[in-house]
């Protein structure tokens, strides 16, 4: 069974103060990994897919990484904005669905 | 239009009620797929449409729940009998093609079962 564990589950930082999340992960075969970003009474937009192992994906002030067991979600000099739910999800090679973590509670300060 | 649309945005209810929510894809898109998300938590999978082909039915938590899809448009999830444990968010998202992973999600609707 497909299973995704996001941790922290909740993160503060100053603005300015970067840090990362984590996505660990198990899957009997990888199709994508997936970082979708949700702000509250939001459905869930999508960041950045990745595919493989080494692979990264940078977008403003994020930046994905993958590994065969985790991905990475670093967040370099964050602004208030950045505030938001992360999640991340995979997709099998068994089928078409997206199995999500339970997401990491960012908030940033001013 | 130009996002997934779905209504109504929020609903009440009473136990035992059965309810019906809405899901208008974006145009073009050939799959659509329901997820549920409770107070602080993940997304549940639920169904997965693809064209003509059989719904992906795996995610459905109970009898009481069901889904329906015209061809490649509009969806309805109907649950049937509601309890408290339904109350939650029911977003919708649909993608271009089967297989990949980045979704458009709707806003939601917000289900709350008294």
């Known amino acids: 069974e497909d299973q995704v564990t996001q941790s922290p589950e909740a993160l503060r930082l100053q603005e300015g103060e970067s840090s990362s999340l984590n996505c660990s992960y198990t899957v009997s075969g990888l199709r994508g990994l997936f970082w979708y970003r949700q702000d509250p009474g939001k459905g869930p937009e999508f960041l950045f897919t990745?595919?493989?192992a080494g692979e990264e994906k940078e977008k403003e002030r994020l930046k994905a990484t993958l590994t065969k067991k985790e991905s990475f979600l670093h967040i370099t000099a964050p602004k208030p904005e950045d505030s938001a739910t992360y999640l991340c999800?995979?997709?099998?090679?068994?089928?078409?669905?997206?199995?999500f973590g339970e997401g990491t509670q960012l908030t940033v300060n001013p | 239009g130009a996002g997934v649309s779905q209504s109504p945005s929020n609903k009440v209810t009473e136990k035992g009620k059965d309810v019906e929510l809405r899901c208008d894809p974006i145009?073009?898109?050939?799959?659509l797929y329901w997820y549920r998300q409770r107070l602080g938590q993940g997304l549940e999978f639920l169904i997965y449409f693809q064209g003509n082909s059989a719904p992906d039915k795996s995610g459905l938590p109970s009898d009481r729940f069901s889904a329906e899809r015209t061809g490649e448009s509009v969806s309805t999830l109907t649950i049937q009998r509601t309890q408290q444990e339904d109350s939650a968010v029911y977003l919708c998202a649909s993608n271009l093609y089967r297989g990949t992973g980045e979704l458009f999600f709707g806003e939601g609707s917000r289900l709350t079962v008294l």
């Open positions: 145009s073009g898109h050939t799959a």
């Open positions: 999800a995979l997709m099998g090679t068994s089928g078409s669905r997206l199995t």
């Open positions: 990745l595919y493989s």
